[in-house]
């Protein structure tokens, strides 16, 4: 067998599916870099060849993503989390509030960092609605003079994502792109700082993608120490600390991936190719599966879904287990299913999950 029938599928929305070519590619280069006689994990982040290495992943990462040239690009280790913090610590001088669009589980979690910090307050929510809808940008109520506005554009609990990204807001946009950088378009020239944990469509868990508008980097109050400061962080190249080289390594070679299959216009059609595949299987059976999120706020990349009871979606992941397709279980807060499908897995990929949809619910009990 080859392709997605060789191993196991996983639909994890934490580490996901890579493609086949970018294991292999990998598994070729990780103990012979480019001739120079030595492993990746070997490579020192002072050397040339690093530098150069380094050059070409963000120079890719400019290309794909559309990365306007006023931005600074920076690879930090550690996931979004901890760019919670540092984004209040950044950007919200002394005086100065800092809104927040609550849209589920991880902008809640952003929205606590900002407070714990200083002062942050709510410019919508759409918990009154289970968060099964993301408000509209008509209805958001933005402090004019806020050190920002900060979004979450997919919703990886609840499979909400925003489908539209304002413009003209009254406060710089910020937003955690974790789950859709590279699996659609973001007119990322909208936002002034873009930042996105890798393990989603770049690659490798423990690494996140800053992008950060150069004017912005000179808010951070002189007295933060200077791990905590962006600006540092660009001034020393992404290499202010020791730097996660193999994941960045790893994010290369995704990037490259991405690139060869077409760029960021291909990722885009597969991933509303892959959605439309699985959604469709589910709503085919409404008597036996449920779709919590409003469809117009229906994320492209997390299908969150139920079937009628807790017993039967034990079954379901039983049997998906053995038919080789896992990582489907729902988000521990919320429960039920949900199926990720990132850059990495292909459409074959939407197929199998959709066939095994139809023959679980042509089997279950009405």
Do not use: C
């Given at each position: 067998m080859s392709g997605p029938e060789r191993r196991l599928l996983t639909f994890s929305a934490g580490a996901p599916h890579w493609p086949d070519e970018v294991l292999a590619a990998a598994a070729a280069e990780f103990t012979a870099f480019r001739g120079t006689g030595l492993a990746v994990p070997e490579l020192g982040h002072r050397t040339r060849e690093w530098a150069t290495l380094q050059e070409e992943?963000?120079?890719?990462?400019?290309?794909?993503?559309?990365?306007?040239?006023?931005r600074e690009v920076l690879l930090l280790p550690g996931g979004p989390t901890w760019q919670f913090a540092l984004l209040p610590m950044n950007l919200r001088s002394p005086g100065t509030s800092a809104d927040y669009v609550l849209t589920g589980h991880w902008a809640r979690k952003a929205f606590d960092a900002a407070r714990a910090t200083g002062p942050a307050r709510l410019a919508a929510s759409g918990e009154a609605d289970g968060f099964s809808r993301v408000p509209s940008p008509?209805?958001?109520q933005v402090d004019p003079s806020a050190a920002y506005l900060h979004v979450t554009t997919n919703n990886t609990v609840y499979g909400t994502w925003m489908r539209e990204i304002p413009v003209d807001l009254p406060a710089p946009l910020v937003a955690d792109a974790t789950s859709d950088l590279l699996a659609r378009r973001l007119p990322l020239e909208r936002?002034?700082?873009?930042?996105?944990?890798?393990?989603?469509?770049?690659?490798?868990?423990g690494l996140t993608v800053v992008v950060v508008r150069?004017?912005?980097?000179?808010?951070?109050?002189?007295?933060?120490?200077?791990?905590?400061?962006?600006?540092?962080?660009?001034?020393?190249?992404?290499?202010?600390?020791?730097?996660?080289?193999?994941?960045?390594?790893?994010?290369?070679?995704?990037?490259?991936?991405?690139?060869?299959?077409?760029?960021?216009?291909?990722?885009?059609?597969?991933?509303?190719e892959r959605a439309r595949i699985v959604y469709e299987a589910l709503e085919a059976h409404p008597d036996v599966y449920r779709l919590p999120?409003?469809?117009?706020?229906?994320?492209?990349?997390?299908?969150?879904?139920?079937?009628?009871?807790?017993?039967?979606?034990?079954?379901?992941?039983?049997?998906?287990?053995?038919?080789?397709?896992v990582?489907?279980?729902?988000?521990?807060?919320?429960?039920?299913?949900?199926?990720?499908?990132?850059?990495?897995?292909?459409?074959?990929?939407?197929?199998?999950?959709a066939s095994f949809l139809h023959e679980f619910a042509e089997r279950s009990p009405a």
């Amino acid at each position: 067998m080859s392709g997605p029938e060789r191993r196991l599928l996983t639909f994890s929305a934490g580490a996901p599916h890579w493609p086949d070519e970018v294991l292999a590619a990998a598994a070729a280069e990780f103990t012979a870099f480019r001739g120079t006689g030595l492993a990746v994990p070997e490579l020192g982040h002072r050397t040339r060849e690093w530098a150069t290495l380094q050059e070409e992943i963000e120079g890719r990462f400019r290309r794909l993503a559309g990365v306007p040239g006023d931005r600074e690009v920076l690879l930090l280790p550690g996931g979004p989390t901890w760019q919670f913090a540092l984004l209040p610590m950044n950007l919200r001088s002394p005086g100065t509030s800092a809104d927040y669009v609550l849209t589920g589980h991880w902008a809640r979690k952003a929205f606590d960092a900002a407070r714990a910090t200083g002062p942050a307050r709510l410019a919508a929510s759409g918990e009154a609605d289970g968060f099964s809808r993301v408000p509209s940008p008509e209805t958001w109520q933005v402090d004019p003079s806020a050190a920002y506005l900060h979004v979450t554009t997919n919703n990886t609990v609840y499979g909400t994502w925003m489908r539209e990204i304002p413009v003209d807001l009254p406060a710089p946009l910020v937003a955690d792109a974790t789950s859709d950088l590279l699996a659609r378009r973001l007119p990322l020239e909208r936002f002034a700082v873009v930042y996105a944990g890798a393990q989603k469509n770049l690659g490798p868990t423990g690494l996140t993608v800053v992008v950060v508008r150069r004017d912005l980097l000179d808010r951070a109050p002189g007295g933060l120490p200077p791990i905590l400061r962006w600006r540092d962080h660009a001034a020393a190249r992404s290499r202010l600390n020791t730097p996660p080289t193999v994941l960045a390594w790893l994010l290369g070679r995704m990037l490259e991936w991405i690139e060869e299959e077409g760029g960021l216009d291909e990722m885009d059609r597969r991933t509303r190719e892959r959605a439309r595949i699985v959604y469709e299987a589910l709503e085919a059976h409404p008597d036996v599966y449920r779709l919590p999120a409003a469809r117009e706020d229906r994320s492209l990349v997390n299908v969150v879904f139920r079937t009628r009871d807790d017993a039967t979606d034990r079954e379901l992941l039983a049997a998906a287990r053995a038919r080789g397709l896992v990582g489907l279980e729902g988000h521990r807060s919320v429960g039920g299913l949900r199926a990720s499908m990132y850059a990495g897995m292909p459409i074959a990929g939407a197929r199998r999950l959709a066939s095994f949809l139809h023959e679980f619910a042509e089997r279950s009990p009405a």
